[in-house]
């Protein structure tokens, strides 16, 4: 039988310490384990551990030694971001921010400082700043993003598909989600390398992240002064006028949070579904084979790698109970999302296809579920459908075991994902796809749930397109995906 433990809040005399030699490496005060340092370097591993030692829910220290649960358990984390009424996402509840033990350069300040957004918010304050966000969201043309999607794939590709090789972590998947956003926000100007780079600069901790988290702020408002003035057919002008009233602030912040989370999260989906393809031969023969499609594969990455695997954080609003543990009003718990989706009591067989389940944690839930996961996936569907017609012999070019990643708490980044192929020639960006020259290899690749015919190759100018329904004519019944793969292809 387990005790109970002790609450990571700081108010109980921590646990006597383990005694020398103990193998419980990586402990901190009152031997709780600590999710950074030596010890820490895989987190997975240790999430099972803790799963093994508390069950679903588990007493940790974050960086200095703050005390905080970790939800391991899917349905827990489930039960918390459902749950206002008993847990909220307002640190200024928090204890060790409220008695001054967070101190304001505290490694992980970016991740708890407040902001005056929905996130942070509660009650009509949340419905108000909530509710503006996803009309905005609402008014953005998903046919049209995805062209735009579409074109920022051949614009990169073009970019190294004469050379044979590339890295698609890099050169790719870091900034094809930000052309996306760039462009849904209504700054596609600003889309450049300088951007990429302090995207993923602010989010490390590093000693620049705080000039970079200057500059986008910068742009952003910029941003929100132009479409104040002028407004345009984009997400910034909805939002401002919106019937919430955003001042400036509100809007900065929230396109702050928009874009990166937005980035961030598809930047990591996108390498890891590429990786996936890459370095697992079952996998990609069964997207090959039309066993699975693009957007199946894309859940199974978000059940198995999802983007971020931690979220920071949520409190408790009063003393309660969770997965068995006392939590007392104060106390701070992270959103297990990585952990949450291995849990054996949901995946007893994590070899388990999970194609078209949709009950995975990586967009969270509750009132604070992710309001642009549809924009994320659609990222993620595009980009690897038109990468992989584009380039359909590409493989890896290292070992799958040199491959390396950047982690931390919240996430798992790979590095890079260096790859080769037969060099391609440059493609016409502002073409419709199915009018672009396609390789003699496409013939090999396809990603759908029946194999059509292969065209026939006639020596005239214009090639004869495969049998389609007339443009404008009714076609039989099917998936918005399916319909867009077959005009993307020019059937």
Not at 93 to 98: E, F, H, S, T
Not at 182 to 187: D, K, N, P, R, V
Request: with cysteine; net charge negative; charged share 20%.
């Amino acid at each position: 039988m387990t005790p109970e433990p002790l609450s990571p809040a700081g108010t109980d005399d921590y646990p006597a310490a383990p005694p020398p030699g103990c193998p419980a490496h990586g402990a901190g005060p009152g031997g709780l384990r600590r999710l950074y340092g030596p010890g820490a370097e895989n987190l997975g591993a240790v999430y099972e551990e803790l799963r093994k030692e508390h069950g679903p829910v588990a007493p940790v220290l974050l960086h200095e030694d703050v005390p905080v649960w970790v939800v391991l358990g899917h349905s827990e984390n489930l039960q918390m971001v459902s749950t206002p009424t008993q847990f909220c996402k307002n640190n200024r509840l928090w204890g060790p921010m409220r008695d001054g033990t967070v101190k304001p350069d505290h490694p992980l300040m970016p991740h708890f400082a407040w902001q005056p957004i929905c996130a942070h918010a509660e009650g009509e304050e949340h419905v108000r700043l909530r509710g503006a966000v996803t009309s905005a969201m609402s008014t953005i043309d998903h046919r049209g993003v995805r062209r735009h999607i579409n074109r920022a794939t051949q614009h990169l590709v073009n970019q190294f598909c004469e050379e044979g090789r590339a890295d698609l972590v890099g050169q790719y998947a870091e900034h094809l989600p930000m052309a996306v956003m760039c462009e849904i926000l209504g700054m596609a100007d600003e889309y450049n390398d300088r951007m990429v780079h302090a995207a993923r600069d602010m989010l490390k901790g590093t000693e620049t992240s705080i000039a970079s988290n200057a500059y986008v702020m910068d742009v952003l408002m910029r941003l929100t002064a132009r479409r104040r003035a002028a407004p345009e057919d984009d997400f910034t002008s909805y939002l401002i006028n919106n019937s919430a009233r955003l001042d400036d602030e509100e809007v900065g912040q929230h396109l702050r949070v928009v874009l990166m989370a937005a980035y961030e999260a598809t930047t990591n989906l996108l390498a890891n579904v590429l990786r996936l393809v890459l370095t697992d031969p079952g996998f990609r023969a069964q997207l090959n084979g039309g066993q699975m499609t693009v957007p199946q594969a894309v859940e199974q990455s978000l059940w198995d790698e999802p983007p971020f695997s931690t979220v920071f954080a949520y409190f408790a609003k009063r003393d309660t109970e969770l997965g068995g543990q006392r939590i007392r009003k104060g106390d701070g718990l992270l959103l297990g999302i990585a952990p949450g989706n291995v849990d054996p009591r949901v995946r007893p067989d994590l070899s388990a296809n999970m194609m078209g389940n949709r009950s995975h944690l990586a967009f969270s839930g509750g009132p604070h579920e992710c309001p642009g996961q549809d924009i994320g996936r659609a990222i993620a569907d595009v980009g690897v459908d038109a990468l992989l017609s584009r380039l359909p012999d590409v493989q890896l070019d290292c070992e799958e075991d040199e491959l390396r990643w950047r982690a931390s708490i919240s996430n798992r980044h790979l590095v890079e994902l260096p790859v080769r192929f037969e060099p391609k020639p440059q493609q016409d960006v502002e073409a419709q796809p199915g009018h672009a020259p396609v390789p003699v290899q496409r013939t090999d690749w396809h990603i759908g749930t029946t194999r059509p015919e292969p065209a026939v190759v006639v020596p005239e100018p214009q090639p004869t397109a495969p049998a389609a329904p007339a443009p404008g004519q009714p076609a039989r019944p099917m998936g918005a995906w399916r319909r867009f793969l077959l005009w993307w292809r020019g059937y």
